[in-house]
């Protein structure tokens, strides 16, 4: 940027106006630079942009005293997982009220160990309590090295695993008590209003759904909560809290760690309302806090995200198949397989829905019939937009089971055979059961023959739809010929 020059002419000052007035860029001198230091004390507003891959966007504004001149301005209070590579200053007053010449992020902190570090080669004072006299004794100690423990130069003895306390003459100066960015600035106004941007780690979220299922399987009531924690070293009071759904491209991402599932909290009751406006932004979801909230170091907070009853849900039991029965013989008879139980609802308007769901677990509950909720089972969801149907597996059913042999096996080529098979479905149920039963033959494949109507979900996937009497065992029969190569 080209910055405005002191010297206007008469004729071009009539032109420009009050731009003549203008004072001049705030430039760089040789004078020594003086220091200010700020901290979050000085904090008019705080945003946070938090993505669900651990990493967050802090903006914030403080009123910062710099004087005018060259600066040395110490800001304290900065995630300790600060990226300083994305940080932006700017006054927000003019650009020409700042320059910033030099940045800095010290995070050397001030503990036990970096303290015995800064002086290994230095003298010390040493005290060890004396039981005769009932007082401290004071010694003189050069301290020699702190690999595996503190050793020491006193009186000319060496000696290590000394039991006392030491006594430093004062705190080094690369030593910081919090991590601080520091930056070296030209400024031209005395106070000013400073926003700091930067992208962090050590900020995440995730999305909680809690599905109360009614006692016919075919309505539900479901909440949904985010839980947000904050692992960056730093709080941040009364912030403006913005969520982002989706998959961010980052260069070289680190290792998530160990994300939210050490302590999972407990829902929160289930009436609390919707406090998150959601909106389009680029192809992700944007979700904004309608109030301010405060999210401390070390801490985990759980706001409501959505609530919504009587949605229509679809109960199925699903037996799969795979593509390697059709590709050989099976030889034995597959006893007892299990039939996947799901839950399908439809992310509708009509249906009670219709927001950008983002992903996260359903953990889904069921009425005994004493009333008591019981955990029924959970899910993972990827990110769902509006209008897309959702799939819960709940795990396993217990009482349909089934059975599957091939009946006749003829290889008809390299990678072509013709079989035929047979899968016995036995409901020990009082009451009736559908269950779909879906045949993934991949390559190209054609149903020869069957006991049933078959439906063809896709190029390589074909399905059969059985009703089950209480009590009752359903078989059914197909040939199927299958080339895959």
Known sequence: MKRFQAFCAPALALLLGNACAQKPAATPNSAPPSRQSSDARASERVSLTVYNQNFGLVREVRKVHLGTGNVELSYADVSA?????????????????????????????????TLLKKYVGKTIKVYRYNEHTGADEEKQAQLLSVEGGAVLNIDGQITSNFAGRFAFPEVPGNLVQKPTLVWLVASSAADQRLEV??????????????????????????????????????????????????????????????RLDSARPQPAPATAPPQFQEEGMFEYHLYTL??????????????????????????????????????????????????????????KQQNQLGMPLPKGIVRVYKSDKNGQKQFIGEDAIEHTPRDEKIRIKLGEAFDVVADRSEKAFRALGSCSSESEWEIKLRNHKDSAESVEVNEPAGGDWELVSSSLPATKKDS??????????????????????????
């Open 81 to 113: 997982h600060i990226q300083p590579e994305t940080v932006h200053l700017k006054s927000l007053a003019s650009d020409d009220d700042l320059t910033v010449l030099e940045q800095n992020y010290r995070y050397d902190l001030l503990n036990p160990d």
């Open 197 to 258: 941007t930067y992208l962090t780690r050590g900020l995440d979220w995730r999305a909680d759904y809690v599905l109360s299922v009614a006692a016919d399987d075919k309505l539900g009531d479901l909440n949904a909560w985010v839980t947000l924690k904050n692992e960056t070293g730093t709080s941040y009071p009364s912030a403006e809290l913005k969520l982002v759904a989706g998959d961010v491209q980052r260069i070289n991402p680190e290792e998530r760690p160990d």
């Open 290 to 347: 309608d109030r301010p909230t405060t999210l401390l170091d070390k801490e985990q907070k759980q706001v409501s995200l959505l609530s919504a009853t009587n949605i229509a849900l679809d109960k199925k039991l699903i037996l799969f198949g795979a593509p390697q029965y059709f590709r050989g013989p099976l030889g034995e008879a597959l006893q007892n397989q299990k039939i996947g139980v799901y839950l399908d609802l439809q992310n």
């Open 460 to 485: 390589k996937t074909f399905s059969f739809e059985l009703r089950l009497a209480p009590r009752s065992e359903t078989k059914l029969t197909y040939v199927v010929r299958v080339r895959w190569c």
